[in-house]
Antibody, heavy 119, light 109 residues
Framework: EVQLVESGRGLVQPGGSLRLSCAAS????????MSWVRQAPGKGLEWVSA????????YYADSVKGRFTISRDNFKGTLHLQMSGLRDEDTAVYYC????????????WGRGTLVTVSS | EIVLTQSPGTLSLSPGERATLSCRAS???????FAWYQQKPGQAPRLLIY???SRATGIPERFSGSGSGTDFTLTISSLEPEDFAVYYC??????????FGQGTKLEIK
């Protein structure tokens, strides 16, 4: 069974930093790209970032480019999101998500971790 | 950047009725790169439809997807009580970038 468990939730001041992690199990982690998707309170879904299975290629939404860094450790089966220069509008539940085979959509999601940016 | 617009914003129906949800893209989208999700309060999204018309594993037959180009539809043939939720469409382009619609809330009438 695929399991994705996020950690790293917290309250951060504007301009601060936070690192999120996602522990993956139940599938061949290194064979899949992985993504972070976020959801602001009461709002819709927003894709944040993706990383290839090897970790060599990374991609970002314009809203986080230059501030967030995605990475992965295929030996440990973990995905990370290093967030810096945090803004109020980054407040959201952050989900890690696994694609559905070769299709660019997400069939497995974690339960999410809440990041609150506030002074 | 492709923008997805879902309609209606809220749909009020009764159990047993047929639900039709729409998603319109600002430019043509590959059907292979189009999906639908269901999200209930406090839960992560659940993949319903991929490739515009294929049901994901374990999704009941009452859910179906159709469409191509810029217009896509999710149909629930006969609503069950557990179907009342928020539904999102999603597309992928080769930038790469994933885009979600703003959601349609399906509520009990």
């Amino acid at each position: 069974e695929v399991q994705l468990v996020e950690s790293g939730r917290g309250l951060v001041q504007p301009g601060g930093s936070l690192r999120l992690s996602c522990a993956a199990s139940g599938f061949d982690f290194s064979s899949f790209s992985m993504s972070w998707v976020r959801q602001a309170p009461g709002k819709g879904l927003e894709w944040v970032s993706a990383i290839s299975g090897s970790g060599y290629s990374t991609y970002y939404a314009d809203s986080v480019k230059g501030r967030f860094t995605i990475s992965r450790d295929n030996f440990k089966g973990t995905l990370h999101l290093q967030m810096s220069g945090l803004r109020d509008e980054d407040t959201a539940v952050y989900y890690c998500a696994k694609p559905y085979g070769d299709y660019p959509c997400f069939d497995s999601w974690g339960r999410g971790t809440l990041v609150t940016v506030s002074s | 950047e492709i923008v997805l617009t879902q309609s209606p914003g809220t749909l009020s129906l009764s159990p047993g009725e047929r639900a039709t949800l729409s998603c319109r893209a600002s430019q043509s989208v590959s059907s292979s790169y189009f999906a639908w999700y269901q999200q209930k309060p406090g839960q992560a999204p659940r993949l319903l439809i991929y490739g515009a018309s294929s049901r994901a594993t374990g999704i009941p037959e009452r859910f179906s997807g159709s469409g191509s180009g810029t217009d896509f539809t999710l149909t629930i043939s006969s609503l069950e009580p557990e179907d009342f939720a928020v539904y999102y469409c999603q597309q992928y382009d080769t930038s790469p970038k994933y885009t979600f619609g703003q959601g349609t809330k399906l509520e009990i009438k």
